[in-house]
């Protein structure tokens, strides 16, 4: 699948749209709730508030569309790289997934249905990126400036994304470099790569599906690579039109569905701590590496020095033959420079080139743009509290912050399931301290330190123990000691259970019945259908 075919153009410059371009959505105002972001974690925290009976909210999107990551990314080769049926809201699932891998446009597609089938669309205020949320104590509520205007909250939810943000790499040159640059979440659709001599630089995820889109297109590719990946082979099953009427029409078969690829992610993802899986997966990816790549000086190149899943293993059938074609070229040790219209890696070898394409990861954790602009009472940043080490109670709450919930936070993640499973669960989660907060007359929420300091320690404790730490690699989710502070390390289920339910207790509270202690209006469950 290639960008030509993708619904979604953007222009290259990706910027917050003017707001009298945009749909007016809610004024800009005080709401019960604000979530910072509309892409899949937003929207499933505005569907548990509606299931909850909670309509006072307001989903500020910085963009132009619903969707997130999936709006933003529009490379050629896009999709995901988890099951499809899995990477849904169990809330109101999809039925109509054209593969067991399905490409972008048909994930955004499913963004857009859910927001429009479920009323959230209504909630969604756009051209409203969030320049700063500061916490005011007197008022207990949260003001935030956008180009869309001020509003405030009670209850500030970021979900701005774990990917949200592209990381540029600060290399001597390349600001210099006379032709097209772009990050691949920004693509430039304007820019007609055909027949031309194109470097990719970095071959994380977006690469192993980028790669071989490109490579057939393009005179020369020069693809520079850090540190190799583990390349597994891909399950590719379309699915007929009789199937997709089938789940249609039972949602209990997509259920079941769902349960069988969840039960089989949480077995890989114990490869976390089993040795003896790791080396099982190794020898599968060293096969299908052997059975791709004929060259034994390339197939050394391409073969990773660290465990199985220290980094996040990769799924594609098309990669490894890709740069294998007489056209690319593969760069060890990474972008080192450039010059002029050279790029020069780390391995000292250098080619000359007429575009960049950087697919270079993101900014995470302490130095996403989100974590610099949400302050405490005395203007000092999340990033400024946590330095080199993200932490927070439940990977949610931090001290200092009240009436704030990050989703996706901390350690509050997977990289071998879903990662709205972690999603749908902190909603949850939101939705009933929110309905907590009002029945009990709770205005303000502040996690204790010591209730957070005794959970950060849990998590040190078993993230030492994981591949994420002693696989022998460094990767995004570590921080500079070396520190797991991005996944979960534990299976799913547990974090599901955790945070079935808001438990006061680890909480300071203030109690008055303003702001988020105020009563509801009479509660009005929004019924959903099973599927969008």
Sequence with gaps: MTSEALPIQRPADHHTPDADELPTGPPARHSRVAVVGAGFTGLAVGLALLRRGVHDFVLLERADDVGGVWRDNTYPGVGVDTPSPLYQLRAMTNPDWSDLYAPGHEVQDYAQRLARSTGLLGHVRFGADVRSARWDPDGARWWIDTPAGEFTADVLVSAAGLVADPKVPEVPGLAEFPGPVFHSARWDHSVDLAGRRV????????????????????????????????????????????????????????????????AG??????????????????????????????????????????????????????????????????????????????????????AEVDALVLTTGFEVGATAPIAQRILDAAGRSLHDHWGAYPRAYLGMNYPGFPNLFLMQGPNATSGASSTLLFSEAQARYVADAVCRMAGEGIRALDVRPEAEERWTRRIRRRSARTVYEIGGCTSYYQNDEGHNVVMWPANTAEYQLRTRRFRLAPFHAERGRTGAGRPLEPLRPVRLATTA
């Design 265 to 350: 992610a949480e077995l890989l993802a114990t490869t976390r701590r089993s040795r003896l899986l790791r080396e099982t997966l190794t020898r599968v990816g060293r096969r299908h590496l052997a059975a791709q790549v004929a060259d034994p000086e390339l197939r050394q190149r391409l073969t990773p020095d660290f465990d199985y899943a220290c980094k996040r293993p990769l799924v594609s059938n098309t990669y490894l033959p890709a740069m294998s074609a007489p056209n690319a070229t593969l760069h060890t040790g990474g972008l080192s420079h450039v010059d002029g219209r050279t790029v020069v890696s780390g391995d000292g070898s250098a």
């Design 199 to 262: 470097a990719v630089v970095g071959t994380g995820a977006t690469a192993v599906q980028l790669v071989p889109e490109l490579q057939p297109r393009v005179a020369e590719l020069h693809v520079l690579q850090r540190t190799p990946a583990w390349i597994m082979p891909k399950p590719e099953r379309p699915v007929g039109e009789r199937a997709r009427r089938a789940f249609a029409a039972n949602p209990v078969l997509c259920r079941m569905q769902f349960d069988l690829l969840y």
